[in-house]
C-alpha cells in the first residue's frame, strides 16, 4: 500500500493537556478541510467508559464509500481508535502505533486529511517520532505475582529496577507500573526510547494550551458537566458489565481511581470531587511538561491561525 502514497504524506495533530479544547478544534479542522480524527487518547479507546474519559458523543457507523469500515461518528465526522475495546482487555502504545499507522493510511487513501487528536503524549511521540519500542513478550506469572503488591511495594521495586523510568511513570497507574517492571525485569532497565525520521509522513503538530488559571477554569466547568451527566453511575455500571475489580477500574487512573474509593463509602462525595479535581489538574501539568520538550510542536488557541496554519501545511 505503500507505494501508492506520496513519498511524504501530510498529517495534522491536535495535542495538549486536558480540557484545552483538543476535541472541538480537531473536528472543526475536520470540517474545514475534508479530514478524519484518530484519537489519541490511552483511556477513550475503551467502550463505556464516556463521561469518565470525556469522550465526544456519538455513534458506529459505516464510512461513506466503504462497505465494511465503520467508525465512531461525532458531528459527522469519522472518529478512528476510539470507543472500539474492552476495558477486560489490555491496549498498549504498541498496538496503538500499528493501528494508528494504518488508520492513516486508510484515511489518506480516501484522499482525506488525517488528524490524530489527543494528549497521551507517549502514544503521539510513537508515531510522530517513529520510535523503536522494545518488543517484550508479557510474562502472565510475574503480571500475576506483581498484582498482589501493593502500589508502594510496585513503586520500590520498579526504583531498584529502573530509577529513571521510576521517575517519570503515573506511580498511581499499577497496570503501567507493572508493564514496566515486566520490561525493566527482562531487558534491565526500560531502555532508551530509539528514534527513526517516519519514512511516509509529515507531520505539523500544534498544541493547544491556556494560562493555567483559565485551565483549571475549563477543568472545573468540564468535570461539573460530567458529573451532572452521571459520572459516577457510568462507572458503577461499568463494574457491574464487565465485572471489573475494583482495582481494575482503579488502574485507568484519574476519577477512575477516586470514583470507586467512594462508592466503597471510603471517601465522601465533597472529597471525591476535590481529589478528582486535583487528580485531573495534575495530569494536565504532566501533559504540559511532557508536550513542552517537544520543540516541533506550534503552540496556539486562536482559531483563524490554527486554520492558516494547517492550509499553510497543506499546500
Not at 463505556?48 to 458531528?75: C, H, N, P
Not at 465526522?77 to 502504545?93: A, C, E, K
Request: charged residues 30%.
Amino acid at each position: 500500500m505503500n507505494k501508492l502514497l506520496p513519498k511524504k504524506s501530510k498529517v495534522v495533530v491536535i495535542l495538549g493537556p486536558t480540557s484545552s479544547g483538543k476535541s472541538d478544534t480537531a473536528i472543526s479542522l475536520a470540517k474545514r478541510f475534508n479530514g478524519e480524527i484518530i484519537s489519541a487518547d490511552s483511556r477513550q479507546v475503551y467502550r463505556d467508559m464516556d463521561l469518565g474519559t470525556g469522550k465526544v458523543s456519538g455513534s458506529w457507523r459505516l464510512i461513506t464509500g466503504e462497505i465494511k469500515q465503520k467508525a465512531f461518528y461525532s458531528e459527522g465526522i469519522p472518529h478512528h481508535l476510539l470507543d472500539f475495546r474492552s476495558p477486560r482487555g489490555d491496549y498498549n502504545v504498541s498496538h496503538f502505533k500499528k493501528d494508528c499507522e494504518k488508520k492513516i493510511k486508510e484515511i489518506l487513501s480516501r484522499k482525506k486529511l488525517p488528524i490524530i487528536c489527543g494528549g497521551t503524549g507517549f502514544w503521539i511521540d510513537a508515531v510522530v517520532s517513529g520510535v523503536i519500542l522494545p518488543e517484550v513478550k508479557p510474562d502472565l506469572n510475574l503480571r500475576k505475582e506483581l498484582s498482589l503488591c501493593s502500589p508502594e511495594i510496585l513503586t520500590k521495586k520498579l526504583q531498584e529496577l529502573d530509577s529513571k523510568r521510576a521517575n517519570n511513570i503515573d506511580l498511581k497507574n499499577k497496570v503501567r507500573v507493572i508493564r514496566a517492571i515486566e520490561i525493566a525485569t527482562k531487558l534491565g532497565e526500560v531502555p532508551e526510547i530509539k528514534k527513526r525520521q517516519h519514512s511516509d509522513f509529515i507531520f505539523l503538530e500544534i498544541g493547544i494550551d491556556w494560562p493555567q488559571n483559565k485551565l483549571d477554569q475549563k477543568i472545573k466547568e468540564r468535570l461539573d458537566g460530567r458529573w451532572q451527566s452521571g459520572m459516577i453511575l457510568e462507572i458503577q455500571k461499568l463494574k457491574e458489565f464487565y465485572n471489573l475489580s475494583w482495582e481494575k477500574i482503579q488502574s485507568f487512573g484519574l476519577g477512575y481511581y477516586w470514583i470507586p474509593l467512594f462508592l466503597q463509602k471510603k471517601i465522601d462525595e465533597a472529597e471525591l470531587r476535590e481529589k478528582v479535581f486535583i487528580a485531573e489538574r495534575g495530569y494536565a501539568k504532566r501533559q504540559k511538561t511532557w508536550f513542552r520538550r517537544n520543540k516541533k510542536i506550534v503552540w496556539e488557541n486562536e482559531p483563524s491561525k490554527i486554520n492558516t496554519l494547517v492550509e499553510k501545511f497543506k499546500k
